[in-house]
Structure formats: structure tokens, C-alpha cells
């Protein structure tokens, strides 16, 4: 059986409504929640914007599992049924995550 996806690692999940196609998405859920019914997680897209604060550009490699140059897109966090999630695709590096956490204090409302 695979294990249940850490914060910080892509995933595939099916998505409801605008997103219900299969996209890949980064976990932000806390690893201390991991016996949860649902994942939280931010969404991912290979159209790219110039959005600093809310889009963190990641590369395409084998780290992240990847094939195209993508952004998390912060402003499109879901909780999802980990029914709807697939395997670990991949990770996303220290400096990315912490990057990430960062935007989401932000989107969040934790920085103000």
C-alpha cells in the first residue's frame, strides 16, 4: 500500500467544479492531520503568471515529478477526500516549501 502523501509532496487529484479534470497538486495539510478523511491541498497549473504573491513557480524534474514548468496556485486551495488523491508524483525542495508557506501565510491572512 502507498503511503499517505506528506506535506509538501504533488499528488493527482480529481478536483470538483472549474477544476474536476486530473491535475497534479502540492499537499499544504499539516503531516499531523494525516489520518483525516480529507487533504488540503493547493492546485497546480501550467499557465504561467506573473503573480509573486500568490503563484510559486516550480520546475519540471524528478524531484517534483513534473514534466512542465508549473504554478501552485495559492489562491486555489481545496480540501479534497483522499479518495480522490493518486500516489506521490513528487516533492517540492526546502526553499520551495518554505516559499509556499510564506504565500499561504499571506493568502491566509496570518501575516497581516
Known sequence: ?????????????????????????????????????????????????KAPIYRLTMPADADTGSRTVSQVMVDKAAALPRAKCGPVLGRLAGTELLALNHMLSLMLGLAD
Open 1 to 49: 500500500m502507498a503511503r499517505r502523501a506528506r506535506r509538501g509532496d504533488l499528488i493527482t487529484v480529481s478536483a470538483p467544479g472549474a477544476y474536476r479534470k486530473p491535475r497534479p497538486a502540492v499537499v499544504v495539510q499539516s503531516d499531523w492531520l494525516s489520518d483525516t478523511d480529507s487533504v488540503l491541498v493547493c492546485l497546480l497549473t501550467s499557465t504561467l503568471r
